[in-house]
């Protein structure tokens, strides 16, 4: 004789597959969490970065604003007294107040309007500042004539494609237009 034998249910089973579900739903919800915490921390960390970003730009530009103002206040003032020796003699040699050549003239101009010291000869002169094209010349800007290892003319650009220089014994001090015919070849931005 047989005995019948009765199949169980296989509760454990369920119960093993609903716990495996539930670890699954659990390290899914950890994954989540991570991922989230991840995401929260770069963008606190870009934050950051763009929060010292803006404080540095703003810091440069701030520093920017003010040597400009200095500058433009300085070249504006560099303007104005080169304007003012319009008419005034040239003498070879001659540092103002009442003559010039060309470069005490400049000396001159940015010593009392900048309070720049500049060499006394265009061949120094023309060592001192920062090189800018031509075609980028702001007032207050030296221009020059000849090589930068030889220049032999130098003149103060105020702007409006104008310059005022010590030209010669028999023009004194002149305020001039650019022309092709008479170009510099050479330009400085001291301020």
């Given at each position: 004789m047989k005995k019948a034998t009765k199949k169980k249910a296989k509760k454990p089973q369920k119960t093993s597959l609903t716990a495996a579900q539930q670890a699954?739903?659990?390290?899914?919800?950890?994954?989540?969490k991570a991922k989230e915490d991840i995401a929260k921390a770069k963008a606190e960390a870009k934050a950051k970065k763009v929060k010292k970003a803006k404080q540095i730009v703003n810091t440069?530009?701030?520093?920017?604003?003010?040597?400009?103002?200095?500058?433009?206040?300085?070249a504006a003032s560099v303007v104005a007294l080169a304007k003012e020796q319009v008419g005034k003699p040239y003498v070879w040699g001659a540092e103002g107040p009442d003559t010039f050549d060309c470069s005490g003239l400049v000396q001159y101009i940015y010593q009392h309007a900048a309070g720049v010291?500049?060499?006394?000869?265009?061949?120094?002169?023309?060592?001192?500042?920062?090189?800018?094209?031509?075609?980028?010349?702001?007032?207050?800007?030296?221009?020059?004539?000849?090589?930068?290892t030889a220049p032999y003319h130098v003149a103060i650009y105020i702007?409006?494609?104008?310059?005022?220089?010590?030209?010669?014994?028999?023009?004194?001090?002149?305020l001039q237009t650019m022309s092709s015919y008479y170009k510099p070849t050479i330009a400085k931005r001291v301020l």
């Open positions: 699954l739903k659990n390290a899914q919800a950890a994954e989540k440069a530009v701030k520093k920017t604003k003010t040597k400009s103002v200095q500058a433009s206040s300085k010291s500049m060499p006394r000869t265009t061949y120094d002169q023309v060592k001192v500042g920062q090189t800018v094209p031509l075609d980028q010349l702001q007032a207050g800007d030296l221009v020059f004539w000849g090589s930068e702007g409006n494609n104008q310059y005022v220089n010590a030209a010669t014994p028999e023009q004194g001090t002149i």
